[in-house]
T-cell receptor, first 114, second 115 residues
């Protein structure tokens, strides 16, 4: 079955540590995205990538970094520069980078900073 | 800029009640409109979508009609079930944008159904 996988489901980090969240898709989609969701709020875009080896900042990129070395993978690193990283992180993908393309979401990773 | 406004929750209904969750939008051009659903502890799932005025999206008994004259995309279901308890997000994208970044989500509406 095609889909998007995220791992781990739950992640705990000590303050000052970097941590990397995994996102893999086997849908052959060109575009991939990372969102952050805080309790009771909608989604905010962190980074997105329309093609391999290219990515752009979203609305809240500070304290985060990404890479897109393979079409199917788009890992997100939460750095120690992110002041309030505790949140639910969602990865998504779409066929292309067009504004009307439907985005499909992974199950999410809940990050907690101890 | 573009935006989506949803009715605030939580919305609590009894099983078999009728549901309407209001969604209105502000956008330039002709956006595509979406409803996503998020079950507890999970990611978002696409529930339905409509890409042009007067289109009706439907899935799992839910419906929403793209109303350009009222800039609305209200979600409706005639008889809700306990399993419909979730958070529902209205969203829009516009084909006029040059990049893929412009999917705008509403803040979500939490729906709880009592047995």
């Amino acid at each position: 079955d095609g889909g998007i996988t995220q791992s781990p489901k739950y992640l705990f980090r000590k303050e000052g540590q970097n941590v990397t969240l995994s996102c893999e898709q086997n849908l052959n989609h060109d575009a991939m995205y990372w969102y952050r969701q805080d309790p009771g709020q909608g989604l905010r875009l962190i980074y997105y990538s329309q093609i391999v080896n290219d990515f752009q900042k979203g609305d809240i990129a500070e304290g985060y970094s990404v890479s897109r070395e393979k079409k199917e993978s788009f890992p997100l690193t939460v750095t120690s520069a992110q002041k309030n990283p505790t949140a639910f992180y969602l990865c998504a993908s779409s066929i292309g980078g067009g504004g009307a393309d439907t985005q499909y979401f992974g199950p999410g990773t809940r990050l907690t900073v101890l | 800029g573009d935006s989506v406004t949803q009715m605030e929750g939580p919305v609590t209904l009894s099983e078999e009640a009728c549901l309407t969750i209001n969604c209105t939008y502000t956008a330039t051009g002709y956006p595509s409109l979406f409803w996503y659903v998020q079950y507890p502890g999970e990611g978002l799932q696409l529930l339905l979508k409509a890409t042009k005025a007067d289109d009706k999206g439907s899935n799992k008994g839910f419906e929403a009609t793209y109303r350009k004259e009222t800039t609305s995309f209200h979600l409706e279901k005639g008889s809700v079930q306990v399993s419909d308890s979730a958070v529902y997000f209205c969203a829009l994208t516009s084909p006029g944008y040059s990049s893929a970044s412009k999917i705008i989500f509403g803040s979500g509406t939490r729906l709880s159904i009592r047995p």
